[in-house]
């Protein structure tokens, strides 16, 4: 090892998103130009994780050192430099009260180690909600039982759901949308060439920022998101009750039926389906229910088939299709790259110029970079992140609700429950 050179560390957790190697590149080559060791982390925290002693991580297998030819022109290459997974090291760490039990907090322990003995001087994490915090939990860790000695650690915001609580938009948001809203127009000229209906459950996890922007830009008929629910839509339980949801489809159909147009586009959030019983989940390695499993999409197109035969004693064919994980690699756009380049050029200067530690980059106005502390983004009892929902009163809600195309019929559910 260089005992004189400054060397930082990267690594990217969770989903793929569009322009993430812009990312990558322009943080690593901020720092290669100011002469730091970059290392490279392959698969997010996996081989952190799994390593026992510092041996167990193998240079050129677990981790490598970027050199310039390594960032150089990877800005537009969809697939992840760096390699991902979902591998979570604060996983069973649900509340502050976690960090106190030796058990629970081992892993991320074991991880500051292994940063240590590769004498980083920082660790820049690029992900989502879950990687944003396993780096507050990392932070924390270092700082109640370390005594704040180990790398600065500083997060970059990372999701095409665009839900990120501190920042505008996200790196990927708008590529996902665009890709997401060419397959809207696609489904679109179909059933308008053959009459029919189609619901698209478009990913999304916990809000409709995504949802709505492929439907404003596709020219979606409606879109319904957890932010559209009304108390009518749940039970006692706060549960989705899919036959109501189902019947304001069935009004948007009766009533494009009066204006002779038998065809139309409904775009779901996929999120809908953490409001469903929890016997349509399943979890993923980190607990969090993988929601695009229940496809929300197709039991929503059939329980709209049998209201509509209920009601009018006609058959009708609606068809489910989710629209996800192809987004998540789609080519970027010259807006998200700039983003992604923004971004990790404020890391560099967290890390170069502020010596921050627990914070997260941002941008606001024109890409100018802010920087955000973690406790400002994190809730300080439960660990949780804040999310970030579709305000109903924000022009960016109504503008989705001006565009649609709204139904005047309206069904009484109580009479064909």
């Known amino acids: 090892m260089t005992p004189h050179a400054k060397r930082v560390g990267i690594l990217f957790s969770g989903g793929p998103a569009p322009a993430a190697n812009s990312v990558i590149s322009s943080a690593a080559l901020a720092f290669l130009n100011k002469e730091y060791i970059v290392i490279g982390f392959r698969e997010g925290f996996k081989y952190l994780e799994e390593a026992n002693r510092p041996e ?43 960090l106190s039990k030796p058990e629970l907090r081992a892993p991320l322990e074991k991880v500051i180690k292994l940063l240590s003995h590769l004498e980083l001087d920082a660790l820049i994490t690029i992900g989502g ?5 396993t780096a507050n939990c990392l932070y924390r860790v270092k700082n109640l039982f370390f005594e704040g000695k180990g790398p600065a650690i500083i997060h970059l915001p990372k999701t095409i759901d665009n839900d990120y609580f501190g920042i505008d938009w996200t790196f990927g948001f708008f590529s996902a949308a665009d890709f997401a809203a060419r397959e809207v127009r696609a489904i679109a000229a179909d059933v308008k060439s053959a009459p029919g209906w189609f619901i698209l459950e478009i990913m999304g996890r916990k809000s409709g920022w995504l949802t709505y922007a492929a439907g404003i830009a596709g020219e979606a008929t409606r879109m319904f998101s957890v932010e559209d629910l009304e108390k009518k839509h749940l039970d006692e339980q706060g549960k989705l009750i899919l036959e109501v949801l189902a019947d304001d489809v069935v009004n948007l159909i009766l009533d494009r039926e009066r204006h002779d147009k038998h065809y139309g586009v409904v775009c779901v959030a996929e999120g809908l389906a953490d409001k469903l019983t929890d016997q349509f989940k399943t979890l993923d390695p980190s607990l969090n229910p993988l929601l695009g499993e229940a496809q929300i999409g197709s039991q929503l197109a059939s329980m709209v088939e049998l209201r509509f035969k209920k009601l009018t004693g006609r058959a009708i064919r609606v068809r489910g299709k989710q629209i996800g994980y192809e987004t998540r690699c789609v080519p970027p756009t ?12 404020g890391a560099f200067r967290a890390v170069e110029e502020m010596a921050y530690d627990g914070h997260m980059v941002s941008v606001e106005d024109q890409l100018k970079i802010t920087f955000v502390p973690f406790e400002r983004l994190v809730d300080q009892k439960t660990l949780k992140t804040r999310l ?12 989705a609700r001006e565009l649609e ?9 109580s009479g064909i429950i």
């Open 388 to 399: 970030r929902y579709i305000p109903c009163d924000s022009d960016f809600y109504r503008l």
């Open 334 to 345: 010259a807006f998200d790259v700039l983003l992604g380049c923004q971004l990790g050029i």
């Open 405 to 413: 195309f709204k139904p005047w019929i309206k069904v009484d559910p």
């Open 56 to 98: 167990d991580l193998v240079e050129g297998k677990h981790y490598w050192k970027l050199t310039y030819s390594d960032v150089t022109n990877m800005r537009n290459e969809p697939a992840i430099m760096l390699k991902t997974s979902r591998t979570n090291p604060a996983t069973h760490i649900r509340s502050v009260d976690d």
């Open 129 to 133: 909600d879950d990687t944003l915090r």
